[in-house]
């Protein structure tokens, strides 16, 4: 887990739209801490509306000058969501690494890549400041939201 200087303090709601009328809805869902399962933070709260996701991405920023392993982070917030619903994390996932216009971030992009998609995860670089990677985010998502409606692996009934 992590340290977080500013977080998400409610979750926002927001609509993509990706192709002429297709979109779909996405919840920003703060930064967990350490036993939020048990509802430290803003802990159980943001776990329910985790519940009602199809889809999880995770955003993973390695810009601090001491940064921690993004393995460690990701692994730290998964073991919150399967103590809150082993469910959790059964639905399918997205590693982001953020903020890869900074110099620093750019040169561990085949890093951290490595980390994630050697444990068969998919994994894609944006920055949200330039947009860069930010429609092939967007489009990748649309494709595991349309296989699921489709009844594809990871669907709900």
Known sequence: MADYPFTTLIPHLGVVSYDEGKSFVVADIPGLIEG???GA???TRFLRHIER???LL???DVSDPDPKDPWDIFEGVREELL???PSLIEKPQIVVLNKIDLPEV???IEEVRELFEGRGLPFLPISASTGEGVRSLV???AEILESLKDG???ATQ
């Open 106 to 108: 750019r040169g561990r």
């Open 41 to 43: 933070g803003l802990g």
């Open 152 to 154: 594809g692996e990871g």
């Open 139 to 141: 489009m990748k998502t």
């Open 83 to 85: 103590k809150f619903n």
């Open 53 to 55: 996701t199809r889809l």
């Open 36 to 38: 939020a399962h048990k």
């Open 58 to 60: 995770h955003l993973i």
